[in-house]
């Protein structure tokens, strides 16, 4: 059974610094990784997707890495602000007809303080 | 990227009554799927609506309690039923897009049950 954990649960970081945000899995089977955000009481927005066959997604900010082989990725987020304050989940998708469902982790709460 | 809108989103209820959460996509999607997001926790897949048969229900969740229509290939509407306290949560609606089924969501129904 695929289990999702991310470390750590919470992080407070000033503004400007850069920061490593880690997601691990039991199952090294996946065929995607994804890391989200959500905004408190809100819904979830995507940030980056990485196939299994990729090592690494960048957009802007955010470079995301995978070693499926190790069973980690990582979320990297540079010169971070107060406006990326948020729980950033990460969840991975399996193989198989039927098994379309994400499995996620537990989150880490994020505050970047001005 | 797709846009899905869901509603409500938020409501306080009563026990013991019902509440009919509505998810529509901006395109066809063969599958939809619901999900639990209970306070301070991840979340957990409900069911996978797919247009023209019944739910496919996950461990520990059954249709009595959490009915689900998908009358054509935009909409699908989740309901809660018989609510208690417990039944408190974010409800998401989900959808997979292109071929590296990139995973988009709703903005969340947050439920209180009173």
């Known amino acids: 059974k695929q289990e999702v954990t991310q470390i750590p649960a919470a992080l407070s970081v000033p503004e400007g610094e850069n920061l490593v945000l880690n997601c691990s899995f039991t199952?090294?089977?996946?065929?995607?990784l994804q890391w989200f955000r959500q905004d408190p009481g809100k819904g979830l927005t995507s940030l980056l997707l990485?196939?299994?066959?990729?090592r690494e997604q960048t957009s802007g900010r955010l470079n995301a890495s995978l070693d499926k082989s190790s069973g980690r990725s990582t979320l990297y987020i540079a010169a971070s602000q107060p406006g990326d304050s948020a729980t950033y989940l990460c969840?991975?998708?399996?193989?198989?007809?039927?098994?379309?469902?994400?499995?996620f982790g537990t989150g880490t709460l994020l505050a970047v303080q001005p | 990227s797709a846009v899905i809108s869901q509603k409500p989103s938020r409501d306080i209820c009563q026990r013991g009554t019902s509440l009919t959460i509505q998810c529509q996509v901006d395109?066809?999607?063969?599958?939809m799927f619901w999900y639990r997001q209970q306070p301070g926790q991840s979340l957990t897949l409900i069911a996978t609506?797919?247009?023209?048969?019944?739910?496919?229900?996950e461990s520990g969740f059954v249709i009595d309690k959490f009915p689900i229509s998908r009358p054509n290939l935009t909409f699908s509407t989740l309901t809660v039923s018989n609510m208690s306290p417990e039944d408190s949560s974010i409800y998401l609606c989900?959808?997979?897009?292109?071929?590296?089924?990139?995973?988009?969501f709703g903005q969340g129904t947050r439920l209180t049950v009173v």
């Open positions: 989900s959808v997979l897009r292109g071929a590296n089924t990139e995973a988009f």
């Open positions: 199952d090294s089977a996946i065929y995607n």
């Open positions: 990485i196939q299994s066959s990729q």
């Open positions: 969840a991975v998708k399996g193989y198989g007809g039927a098994t379309n469902k994400l499995i």
């Open positions: 395109s066809q999607v063969t599958m």
């Open positions: 609506a797919n247009q023209g048969s019944e739910a496919t229900y």
